[in-house]
């Protein structure tokens, strides 16, 4: 989930960048590297400083899990918020997200449905082929900007006997002050 989560949050840097037609080569598919055309280069570059980030699991469904699984899950919601900080320094803002864009597109078995982005929102559904594990699709939604960013992640994948599992979670990232010394 990492990964997928990862490349999410790469998409999503593109927001605010303006919207053009991004499946550049009418195959049906907008590759990870057409989202990233999308944005002439001019990629949201976050400010630096103190950030506080809050993930919060929304809700979980696991038809067809064993009992067991699905008692960890209900575990994971029932936790609330998770929020950690930390410090965005000059060099890593500088270096905005390009970076994870670039890692995003070596991943060869992701490709985005839809991909619209404007005004600082963002709107897009992306489908992954996970070898052995079947098809994960991830539908994002959400708005940010330079301090601040509230996304909320839908993660629908093939469960047992052939059921969809699904995991919804909301990540906000706030820009809180100053790094501290």
Do not use: H
Request: hydrophobic content about 30%; overall charge negative; some cysteine.
């Amino acid at each position: 989930m990492s990964r997928s989560f990862m490349i999410a949050l790469s998409a999503f840097a593109l927001a605010g960048c303006g919207s053009s037609e991004p499946d550049s080569d009418g195959d049906g598919k907008i590759s990870l590297e057409e989202a990233a055309a999308v944005s002439d280069g001019e990629f949201v570059k976050p400010d630096p400083g103190q950030y506080r980030s809050t993930v919060e699991f929304v809700d979980v469904q696991m038809p067809g899990a064993p009992e067991q699984v699905r008692d960890q899950m209900r575990a994971m919601l029932d936790q609330g918020p998770q929020t950690n900080e930390y410090c965005l320094t000059e060099e890593e803002a500088q270096k905005g997200f390009e970076e994870a864009i670039r890692e995003a597109q070596a991943q060869d078995n992701c490709s985005f449905e839809t991909f619209d982005i404007e005004a600082g929102e963002i709107d897009a559904v992306m489908v992954c082929q996970e070898p052995g594990r079947g098809t994960m699709r991830m539908t994002i939604e959400g708005k940010g900007g330079r301090t601040s960013s509230d996304t909320t992640m839908t993660m629908e994948m093939n469960g047992p006997d052939g059921e969809t599992m699904s995991l919804v979670s909301r990540s906000q990232q706030e820009r809180i002050g100053d790094c501290e010394s």
